[in-house]
């Protein structure tokens, strides 16, 4: 039996129209001819999706009783009975009630899938398995059903069904999606506008890396291994030489020039760990890639063009960008065609550029021989070859006859192999040449000469001088090998450990340090800036010279030295020590960010306020200024006669102004002690109802004008108690201001995400949506001119006020008409105490 196929319909949240379009879908199929019925679909109530369901064949649900409920569910058996050519199942992630065949619906779907019937389904994005925690961190709700990313994987077709966060807000605005009573909870919460922008934006990423995984599967399964250019991808190889970062940029210049280029930096290490770049090189190169926007990726293979090839060609690589080798012309010559080379004839349809730089080989340079064993090892091997050829010749002469010739050879060859085991390639040399010169001279006809009479002797003599070279010079490499192997143990060792103790949350910087000190085994390490110390690590003495072999001295970055002091450091350690100087940087430079973060959110905070108090402080000003003038100036008038009402009427006036006055030249005062550092924003954990309830007191406002709905027991904000009551009385008055005549507004505490939402909603005329930011605009008071609302400071000071304190004040429509202002603020971290709460605020 052929397996049925899964058709999926992806939404970024509920309400998109998934299902809608499921059923279209089931109608056009039905229309061709095709057996179509209604497994399950959920039409929540919403009259437009019952309208296209209609004229479908629908089987009957199951019936099923869960403590003490009827519950309804897909009838899997009836449906596997009907046997249709397709079936429409909603809710893919919906968990099964208890007592069915499966715990749930994608399982139930799987059935019919292997029955051969075709499904076509709906999903939101929250319900994807793998993106469970993600989605978390957006909504701040944990989702219970989900599907595993591997059902998702295996439909034959994932079909997204977008809609932009305005229209899907609108929509629910409208009650197309939820009831009226749901709205505004769904409007606060998960139907945020950011909760939705980010759902489409995650929803969009998934079904894009679904596309290019399909590529790469369609690619892999008929094997296509030339590129397709779907977008540009530009692999930079690097050896961890200087050369990488000209590479770096030019690979992404390259990148840069396409929409959607990927850079992506890659580097080969040898199979046997003993090929190492400067890891202070290569580790600046890798900060360098991320700077860029690229990702480093690390391979490891013995044959390093065919490893770049294939790296190219598993990301679908369209250039590939390499440098001009380094090796010098000479050592080209004799090992053939570089990396380069090799590179450009493997690769293919891949477009290969080959970058010069300064670090490239330009002359004819001899190759250079080091040694891998120390100065004590070497001269120990001079004194072996020196002390063992006498000693070895003379018991050979003792016993020297004509049939003696190979013994005596082979005698010296091991001699040469010893003088390499112990001291390396140089004294091996020198015990090769001397035992060919003592060979001729004791051994090879006429003795006691340099000279060879048979020719055939002398190409002997020559041979095994070549001989004894070269086994010198294998077992050199074996040394170097061996030691260089080691060296790569103990710094691989000791890169682990540091990033280690950052991981379990040790500060970076003296993990470092410690690190270091420990690694090198110093007796003291320490981090300098300009005269102070960063960090110190071991104990010091009193006074250290400079010139002390034991003392060393390191740049870090351009201000800042690292200081190591009780031995000698070798070149070897130094090597190593770039790294932890590279590392040592971008610690630094994360820690003084950090400082200098926090330094500025106390600065940016007090300067929101006063912003927002000196823009709103001169439309204010005005208005009490000009009715107190004009009230006294009245009264002083010895051509008008006042009544006594009329001289009370005025007296108020003048004493209204100016008690407003009074209250704005104390704001300018707060500013005045802002400026001067004095006074900032005073944050601490505050009940919302201590500052709702003064709010009301100070605008004389009660049940009649407000409804409260407060927890008996909410979470405690932080913010500025005097700062958040200015807040509520603007909010408040321009709610009650607004809202007809005869309706309360309503003022509702909520926690979300934590974080506290206090909503101020009326259902008055509302804002139109393009004139919603005007009225965070100073002198922007939409119509608010009379002089019975009072002065206020302003909805542009409020939210100035409110992100002072770390919050944000937004607006949203009131279902049915009018306006919520949305306040929100962090939650602190404690509660209330039970009864906290006033009974008056509690029963609103």
Known sequence: MTRGQLRVFLGAAPGVGKTYAMLEEGRRLRDEGSDVVVALVETHGRAGTAAVAEGLETVPRAVLHHRGLELQEMDLPAVLARAPEYALVDELAHTNVPGLKHEKRWQDVQALLDAGINVLSTVNIQHIDSLNDVIEQITGTLQAETVPDAVLRGAEQVELVDLTPQSLRGRLADGVIYPAERVDAALSNYFRLGNLTALRELALLWLADEVDSALNRYREEHGISRKWEARERVVVALTGGPEGRTLLRRGARIAARSAGGKLLAVHVSGADGLRGPEPGELAAQRLLVEKLGGSFHQVVGNDVPHALVDFARSVNATQLVVGVSRRPRIAALLSGPGIGATVIRESGDIDVHMVSHSAAARTLVLPQFGSALSLRRRLLGFGFALVGGPLLTAGLVSARSAETITGDVLSYQLLVILVALVGGIWPALFAALLSGLTLDFFFIQPLYTVTVATPSHMLALGLYVVNAMLVSYVVDAAARRARTARRSASESELLASVAGSVLRGEDALGALVSRTREAFNVSAARMRSEGEDLYTDGDWPDSVSPGDPAFTRLPVGERCFLDLWGRELAASDRRLLAVITAQLEAALEHRELTETARGLGSLAEADKVRTALLAAVGHDLRRPLTAATAAVTGLRATDVTWSERDRNELLATAEESLASLSGLVTSLLDVSRLQAGVVGVSLEPLNVADAVLPALEELELGPAEVELEIPAAPRVVLADPVLLQRVLVNLLANAVR?????????????EFAGRVEIRVIDSGP?????????????????????????????????????????GTLETEDTPGGGLTMVLSLPVATRRVPAGGLPDQAAAG
């Open 738 to 750: 607004f809202s007809p005549e005869g309706t309360r507004c309503l003022l509702s505490v909520s």
């Open 766 to 806: 509302g804002v139109p949506e393009q004139r919603r930011g005007e009225i965070f605009v100073p002198f922007q008071r939409l119509g608010d001119i009379d002089n019975s609302t009072g002065l206020g400071l302003g909805l542009a000071l409020a939210k100035g006020f409110t992100e002072g304190m770390g």
